[in-house]
């Protein structure tokens, strides 16, 4: 049984996928064992009590630095002892020491085609912003491993999501979520937590 700490800042629709796929039984094998939320008063929290989860604030507002907030930060998931972290719309860079000793047992969802509309400056609705602005046709979701680039870990999956005519940042990323996001998310972690992929130089396999 996987131990599932996710990560949030916001809404939370992917934790709520999450949950839900758990208890549908489109996640097998896991379960979400405590959130962590950098904001407070999100609805993300309230999803969480909702399930019954444990859950924390851990904001880096309330620390001196970032090397005070890393050090909580580390302390807590060594408390909490997960066999894999989701980052599910986590807007803030976690501690280069965690990645390493999470060493491919870190996951995140980003709101389009990874290598494309990534990186520094392209979180949330940004994404949106600039696919909108740059008239691609074709967007999406991706899940990937962390490591230590910025979106550049071995990419788990990727579903692609059409862009309309008349799109709105706002309207392109509920599509994006509905129609990749709470789909390609719950499926990694299933596909982990069922030991169907594997990471071989820096790429992912799937097991036959
Ligand atoms: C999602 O678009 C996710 O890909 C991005 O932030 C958003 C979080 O949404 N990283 P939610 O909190 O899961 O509703």
Not at 79 to 107: H, T
Not at 152 to 180: F, H, N, S, Y
């Amino acid at each position: 049984m996987l131990k599932l700490l996710v990560c949030v800042s916001g809404c939370g629709t992917n934790l709520q996928a999450i949950i839900d796929s758990i208890a549908d039984k489109k996640i097998t094998n896991a379960g979400v064992a405590y959130v962590i939320s950098n904001n407070y008063g999100v609805k993300s929290l309230e999803r969480a009590e909702n399930a019954g989860i444990p859950a924390c604030v851990l904001s880096p507002k309330d620390y001196p630095d970032r090397a005070a907030f890393n050090k909580a930060f580390l302390e807590k998931v060594k408390e909490i002892n997960p066999d894999l972290v989701v980052l599910a719309g986590f807007l803030v860079r976690i501690p280069e020491e965690f990645v390493k000793e999470y060493s491919n047992r870190i996951v995140n969802i980003h709101p389009s085609l990874i290598p494309s509309f990534c990186g520094v400056g392209y979180y949330g609705l940004k994404v949106h912003e600039k696919v909108l602005e740059r008239g691609v046709k074709i967007t999406g979701a991706t899940v990937h491993f962390v490591n230590e680039g910025m979106d550049e870990g071995p990419i788990i999956d990727q579903k692609a999501v059409e862009v309309l005519e008349g799109d709105t940042p706002e309207v392109l990323q509920r599509r994006v979520m509905e129609q990749a996001e709470w789909v390609i998310l719950p499926k990694a972690i299933d596909d982990i937590a069922n030991e169907r992929i594997r990471v071989v130089d820096g790429k992912v396999r799937r097991n036959i």
